[in-house]
Each structure stands twice: as structure tokens, then as C-alpha cells.
């Protein structure tokens, strides 16, 4: 890694505030590389047109590139095209998940399963649709150190337990889920398991065969590919079973006023004029990570990540909050008894960006006792150089705040 | 005798210059921050919080002999540093001065520049809150 990859990210080379830019909010949204700005460009210059109706040659063209997209995220995560419907992101995939598959399929009395980790779109869709069907919404407990506690998950699971929906990796803390074993357990008690894939995605091989989810969600922009899309994956058995989500063009086969007959797989979730330049860029960003591969990506930020933890605390004062065995490449800390926010704009001010704040996970803030954290996340693009000048940037504000 | 908002921003301006550093600026801000009066811990509640700010903010004003007179804590470093350079500003003016000052002294300073865009409407929530005591008062 650095240079090569560094000079295929044009906004990474810009001073803000008169420093260079360290761009550590990578769990928010990545950064896009040159095949994918490429990627928009091309479609908006040589083939803008509607897709899946008309017969001329634009047409037919940004029709073949939005499918070979679809097929570049089949393969990625090992599934079929007709399991592989295009959303607007994780938050949509929950959503449609909570309304197609739950509206049907939840009574009441029935449970669904979170952790107490989860970010707000995986708590109140679920939460919405606990209320309308008169269902309860349990949590699986973590520990101290960010990890959720896997023995109390299996005493929530029972045959009760409809969807347990879990993300695969905490946005807030980094920490990696055991969801091969969580899937495993749940399907024991006939539950299916809805996976946020948002954060895992960006960093490791997610084959949903292997883990044998019954859904994962993810989002485009979070794997360097452009916002408003993303994936849910679902398995084809259970896809045909739910009711479409929206209706509309494009998700049915034929309309009239004695009834309507819905489109096939995938078509039938997906309702309008997709987001097709959103479609081909997230193709493009998938064939690009695929030729770093995933696997050089994972070692790579397994190194900055043991790297910044070590820079950081040598930060007086400074705490890691998420201290999971395994973890992804996000650092999430407080400065003895610091605002985040005060943090934060020090750190703008010496050109880094950080997040800070509650990372949508109320309820994990409340969990751990703290209104918010400074979150930092590192992509492959990131350096070790970009870690010691934060480290020192840390300093500079620490002294200045205490 | 009552210095005038004027002559107060003018004040500030020319400290404010001393800095070239942005940091400086920041530690200047947070210090002054550290030396605004603790306000009595029956104020900071929700009903003296101002809406819009992302950090907490709570502003608590009170009128003696035509003078309206502000006092605020927040629970971040750099946000009281800000409201305790509005209080500096405009604690012991009449409310009709107060109404009437357009804070010139915010831009001069280059403040708003620097401050995220929430932060930056919460500073415009901070003097919107002020300027609604001094109706209230007036």
C-alpha cells in the first residue's frame, strides 16, 4: 500500500484549515477512487438513459452496465442476481426487511432480537414494527468492553424468537460480531437473521453463504462506491414469500384495474427508475477493492488499527472505549473528561476529521454511561504518518482543553 | 459608567488580533470560557437550554435598573467561550441596545468562518435567545 493507492483518491490531496487533509471518518462514509468517479462520469457523458425499456442503444447499454453490477455484488458476497436487489442503503434494506418480510410474517406475542450496540436503523424499524404488531423487541447485552454477551443471547433465543437482526461490525466501537455463531443459534429456533453488513463490507470477505444469513444489508457509500445506494441481499426462497415493498413501474408485470401481477426477482423490491448511476458505481468500487483484495486490505488495517491504539494512548489522559479481542479498524476514545465536540473542532482545526458524538447508538452511550465518543476509522488509504500527526494534533488539543 | 457593545466589540477585535494562529484563537476562546461566573446549577435545566446548539447551552438573564444582564454555562469548553464572549458583549446593556446590536465582532474576529455549520447555528440560536430576553425585558 500507499502511494499508488493514495493517488487513485483525488479529494485526499487538499489542505483544510492549511494542513494536509487526514480523512479518518471512514465508518461515515469512504472516499471514492478514480474507477468510480470514472464510473459516474462515463454513464452521465456516453450512456445516461432508462433502463429495462426501450429498445435503442443507450438504453440497452446502461441496462447491461446496471446488471453487471448486480452481478459483480452477487459474486462478491456469493449469491445469485435474483437474491441481489438495489437500495438506497442499510437503512433502506432494514426497512424494507421490518415492512415486507415483518408485515407478513409477525404476530403478536412473537420476538425479535438486537443487541444493545446497534445503530439507530437497526433498533427502530424493528421498533415500529414491535408496535404495530403488538411484538417484543429483545436486547442481547455487551459487556464493558464492547462485546455482546454471547451466553444471554442464547437464553433471549426461544420459539418466540421470529428475526434476530444484528450488525456484523459496531459503527461505534469497531468490534466484530461472532454472526456465523449468532446465525447458527438463531436458526436452531427457526428464526431468520437480518445482518448489517455496513461496516464489514469495507473491510473483509462477506459470503452469505457461508454464514447462511437469511438477509444482509449494506451501503454503497461506505465501500467507496457513491451515496443513495446499496444491497439487500436475501434469500430467493424468502424473497418470493414477502410482499413488494413499494409499488410502482418497473416491479410489476402486467397492471389493471382487476388486479396487478408482480415482476420477478429481483425487479419486484425494485419500484421506479433506480438510482442507476449509483448501481454502476458500486460495481466499479467492488471490482476496484477486489483488485487490491479484501484480504491485503484486512492485514493492512489490522496494522493501522494496532498502530493508532498504540499512538493514541500515548495521549495523556486518553481511553479507548471498545476494546473488543476482535475488532475492525475504528478507534472510538475520550480525553479524560473532554467534550468530544471540543475535541473535534481542534482537531478540524489542524485539518483532521473525526466524528464525534453519539454515532447513532443512543442506546449503546447510554449502556456505557457517556454522551458520546471521538470516533477515528481508518481505510486502506490511510497512513501511519496520518495516525502520529493525529496523535500529535491529540496533544496539542488535550493541552489546550485541560 | 457601562461600556457600549461597540466599544466592547472593538475590545475584543483588537485582543482578538494578537492571533494569527487559529489554535491560539481557540485557546483564547476557551479561556475566556473557563473565566465566566459558575451559574447556579437551578438554571441549568431544560427550561434554560438553547434550542439548536449542538453541545448544551443554558442562558439565564435577569433586568436590574434598565439593565438586562446574562448569565450562561455550557458543557463544552469551546461553546462556553462563545457564549461567555456574547455575555461579555451584552450582559449590563439596556434591552434596547442589546436588540438593536448587530455584533459586528463575530465576523471581525472571523468566529462563524471556523465553526462547523451546526455550531455555527448555534451561535445564531445563543444571540436569537439573548436578543428574545431583551424583548421580553423591554
Known amino acids: 500500500m500507499n502511494d499508488s493507492i493514495r493517488s487513485q483518491f483525488p479529494i485526499l490531496h487538499q489542505h483544510v484549515n492549511g494542513k494536509p487533509l487526514i480523512y479518518f471518518d471512514n465508518a461515515a462514509t469512504s472516499q471514492k477512487p478514480l474507477a468510480v468517479i470514472n464510473a459516474i462520469e462515463d454513464y452521465y457523458k456516453q450512456y445516461n438513459s432508462n433502463i429495462h425499456r426501450g429498445a435503442h442503444h443507450l438504453a440497452q447499454m446502461a441496462t447491461e452496465k446496471y446488471e453487471d453490477a448486480r452481478k459483480t455484488v452477487a459474486q462478491h458476497i456469493n449469491a445469485s442476481e435474483r437474491e441481489i436487489n438495489f437500495v438506497r442503503g442499510t437503512t433502506e434494506a432494514v426497512n424494507l426487511v421490518a415492512t415486507s418480510y415483518g408485515r407478513k410474517f409477525i404476530k403478536a406475542g412473537d420476538e425479535i432480537i438486537v443487541s444493545e450496540m446497534e445503530h439507530h436503523s437497526n433498533i427502530v424499524p424493528w421498533q415500529m414494527l414491535c408496535e404495530e404488531k403488538g411484538a417484543t423487541l429483545r436486547v442481547i447485552p455487551i459487556t464493558d468492553s464492547g462485546e455482546i454477551i454471547f451466553e444471554e443471547y442464547l437464553k433471549l433465543l426461544s420459539e418466540k424468537t421470529k428475526i434476530v437482526s444484528i450488525a456484523y461490525i459496531s459503527n461505534a466501537l469497531g468490534s466484530i460480531h461472532p454472526v456465523k455463531e449468532i446465525i447458527r443459534a438463531a436458526h436452531e429456533v427457526g428464526a431468520v437473521v437480518f445482518i448489517d453488513g455496513a461496516q464489514a463490507l469495507p473491510h473483509k470477505k462477506v459470503d452469505v453463504k457461508d454464514l447462511d444469513c437469511d438477509f444482509l444489508g449494506f451501503s454503497g457509500h461506505k465501500v467507496f462506491a457513491g451515496t443513495g445506494i446499496g444491497i439487500l441481499y436475501g434469500k430467493e426462497e424468502l424473497l418470493e414469500k414477502m410482499n413488494p415493498y413499494m409499488g410502482g413501474g418497473e416491479m410489476i408485470k402486467s397492471v389493471s384495474f382487476a388486479g396487478t401481477t408482480y415482476n420477478d426477482l429481483p425487479y419486484k423490491f425494485e419500484a421506479g427508475t433506480p438510482h442507476i448511476e449509483g448501481g454502476i458505481s458500486l460495481g466499479a468500487a467492488l471490482n476496484y477493492i477486489n483488485e487490491i483484495g479484501l484480504e491485503n486490505i484486512s492485514a493492512y488495517e489490522d496494522e493501522l488499527l494496532a498502530y493508532g491504539t498504540e499512538k493514541f494512548l500515548e495521549v495523556e489522559g486518553l481511553r479507548i472505549v471498545g476494546t473488543a479481542k476482535n475488532k475492525a479498524s475504528v478507534i472510538s476514545f475520550l480525553v479524560n473528561d473532554i467534550h468530544p465536540y471540543d475535541l473535534g473542532v481542534l482537531l478540524n482545526e489542524q485539518g483532521i476529521a473525526i466524528r464525534t458524538g453519539h454515532h447513532c447508538c443512543q442506546p449503546l452511550m447510554d449502556r456505557l454511561k457517556m454522551e458520546g465518543t471521538c470516533r477515528a476509522s481508518f481505510a486502506f488509504y490511510n497512513t501511519k504518518e496520518e495516525i502520529d500527526a493525529t496523535a500529535n494534533a491529540l496533544k496539542r488539543a488535550v493541552k489546550i482543553l485541560s | ?138
Open chain 2, 1 to 138: 459608567m457601562q461600556k457600549s457593545v461597540g466599544d466592547i466589540e472593538n475590545e475584543i477585535v483588537e485582543e482578538f488580533e494578537l492571533f494569527d494562529d487559529q489554535m491560539d484563537k481557540y485557546e483564547y476562546i476557551i479561556d475566556i470560557g473557563k473565566k465566566l461566573p459558575a451559574l447556579d446549577a437551578k438554571y441549568m435545566t431544560d427550561d434554560f437550554l438553547v434550542k439548536g446548539c449542538q453541545s448544551k447551552v443554558w442562558l439565564h438573564a435577569y433586568e436590574k435598573d434598565g439593565q438586562l444582564f446574562f448569565e450562561a454555562d455550557s458543557n463544552t469548553a469551546i461553546t462556553k467561550g462563545i457564549i461567555a464572549l456574547l455575555v461579555r458583549v451584552l450582559s449590563g446593556q439596556s434591552a434596547k441596545e442589546i436588540i438593536s446590536s448587530p455584533l459586528s465582532f463575530i465576523d471581525k474576529i472571523n468566529l462563524r468562518a471556523h465553526l462547523s455549520s451546526q455550531r455555527s447555528n448555534g451561535l445564531s440560536s445563543m444571540i436569537v435567545k439573548m436578543k428574545a430576553y431583551a424583548s421580553a425585558f423591554s
